[in-house]
């Protein structure tokens, strides 16, 4: 329902340039971003609202690690005055998820606490890109509303090792997180099948938007890259033109998008 707004700007300070950076909203709770109900140490009803991170860093004051995968969530939101019953209900939601999902999967009690729709518009998202953050677990968001299931995002931290040819075809995402069991279930396979067409609509449009910004930003690409050299290879794209590196992106989503259109038509 929500992924950051961000946009491109030059950075002039003190009437120097100092190149081309990327403004994004953070993400919280709030009306024009998670729009969810926020909590309060006063708050009597204490499902919701929570903003939670997945991250290997582990660096939050309120923190817990799951108990059957022993995945590291963290209260980004609130992050301050957590109430003991607070953080006890979040924790005993999580693993009450994980038990039912893992150890009682036939049953389906797991889709009580799962938003399939949003789980299932993460994936999309996600394998399109081939980001390994999910891998680790890294830079994961998840949010669950007061009285509502837990739901998958909003996306964040998308701009390392992703569109990589390599991973155009095969799955990337469907490895990690909660997903290798999910796609056991026939309902989570039906949806997926139910979204898919609505989606790929969108996402068709996607090379158009990569070759409008890339014309829009190609003098400030070629200032930018005096400024601030690239010293690190991590795409591979790094010795490439600036044509060369947008076509090879740009290929790798086309190539991705075409090999996923079939995966799931197939499933």
């Not at 939050?60 to 980004?76: G, I, L, T």
Request: hydrophobic letters at 35%.
């Amino acid at each position: 329902k929500y992924t950051p707004r961000g946009e491109y700007v030059e950075l002039v300070l003190n009437g120097k340039h100092l190149g081309n950076y990327f403004i994004c909203e953070q993400i919280k709770i709030d009306e024009n971003r998670v729009d969810i109900t926020e909590i309060t140490p006063t708050s009597e009803d204490i499902t919701g609202g929570y903003l939670l991170e997945l991250d290997k860093n582990y660096d939050e004051q309120f923190k817990f690690r799951s108990s059957v995968k022993d995945f590291p969530y963290m209260f980004k939101d609130p992050d301050e005055g957590i109430t003991d019953a607070m953080f006890d209900y979040v924790q005993g939601y999580v693993n009450a998820m994980e038990d039912s999902l893992y150890n009682n999967f036939d049953s389906g009690k797991w889709k009580d606490f799962i938003d399939l729709e949003s789980f299932i518009d993460f994936w999309f998202a996600s394998e399109l890109t081939g980001v390994k953050e999910p891998s680790h677990p890294k830079s994961i968001f998840m949010h669950k509303d007061r009285g509502g299931k837990l739901c998958a995002g909003p996306m964040w931290d998308y701009d390392w090792d992703t569109f990589i040819p390599g991973r155009a075809n095969a799955y990337v995402i469907r490895k990690y997180l909660y997903y290798p069991v999910l796609f056991k279930d026939k309902e989570f396979v039906e949806i997926v099948k139910e979204r898919w067409p609505c989606a790929k609509e969108k996402f068709e449009k996607i090379p158009a938007f990569i070759d409008s910004e890339m014309e829009r930003l190609r003098n400030s690409n070629a200032i930018n890259n005096e400024m601030w050299p690239i010293t690190k290879t991590v795409n591979g794209d790094e010795h490439m033109s600036y044509d060369e590196a947008v076509a090879r992106m740009k290929k790798a989503y086309v190539d991705k998008l075409e090999w996923l259109d079939n995966q799931i038509k197939n499933m």
